[in-house]
């Protein structure tokens, strides 16, 4: 890419973690280009703010932001989670445990869960979280870091983990600002288009922000990119 197509600027629109995480890890990964972020009021409907949670993968993600695992917990940011536990989802009511990593252990070469239907259908197995190490943990209230050895079944669960919202906003913010994210705290009043593109954001203090990225994280109303593509995708009929 020549450097007159290259991306030079970015605004990335949002008050709350979505946009400090996406406005610092391009910041970070992009250290040539300027990143703007426009700290919006937080939206009270985003869901990453009423139940600030993630997967296994945080760990990548938060050492491409700087962040380390020990750092969070420590200091009462973070605590580790194990899966999610769902209760009166199933047909009979039972709660189960949806842990993250893998359930049971393989039978040479035959995976766990072909060796778990089988002895279902004869009514010779427990329910299927039970065969897994993470699930146990999480039903004692309990947590030990997995085991390195591969062969152990102490090694066949994973973790992510769970934030404080307002601890963590802080502390991302304080990233942010680190990396060299510029930021503006304003409302956008309008927007300014050109053609199928936008070209600028227009804010209540009078400012004008250009860019080459705009990137929409101010949450399910979605202002930036609802501009451009209104459409919405209904999957009520997929849910309880």
């Not at 610092?24 to 939206?43: E, M, S, W, Y």
């Not at 906003?169 to 680190?178: D, E, F, G």
């Not at 050109?194 to 203090?205: H, I, S």
């Amino acid at each position: 890419m020549s450097r007159e197509r290259a991306i030079q600027t970015i605004a990335v629109a949002g008050g709350g973690i979505v946009a400090l995480s996406a406005s610092t890890a391009f910041a970070r990964a992009l250290p040539g280009t300027k990143v703007t972020l426009i700290q919006t009021a937080p939206d009270p409907a985003a869901l990453a703010d009423l139940m600030p949670a993630a997967g296994p993968g945080v760990a990548r993600f938060h050492a491409a932001l700087g962040l380390g695992e020990l750092e969070l917990v420590r200091a009462g940011i973070a605590t580790h989670r194990l899966g999610t536990t769902f209760r009166a989802w199933s047909a009979n009511g039972d709660e189960w445990t949806h842990a993250f990593g893998a359930y049971g252990k393989p039978a040479g070469a035959i995976p766990f869960d072909q060796v778990w239907c089988r002895a279902r259908r004869v009514g010779a197995a427990l329910p299927y979280d039970r065969y897994s190490i993470g699930a146990a943990l999480a039903r004692a209230g309990k947590f030990v870091h997995p085991a390195r050895d591969p062969d152990s079944l102490g090694s066949r669960f994973d973790y992510g983990l769970r934030f404080d919202p307002d601890l963590y906003r802080a502390r991302l913010a304080h990233q942010a600002a680190a990396s060299g994210v510029s930021t503006l705290r304003s409302e956008i009043r309008d927007l300014e288009r050109n053609g199928d593109a936008l070209a600028a954001l227009l804010l209540a203090d009078g400012s004008r922000v250009e860019a080459d990225l705009f990137i929409d994280c101010i949450g399910p109303s979605a202002r930036l990119i609802g501009a451009l593509e209104d459409s919405f995708e209904d999957w009520s009929e997929w849910l309880p």
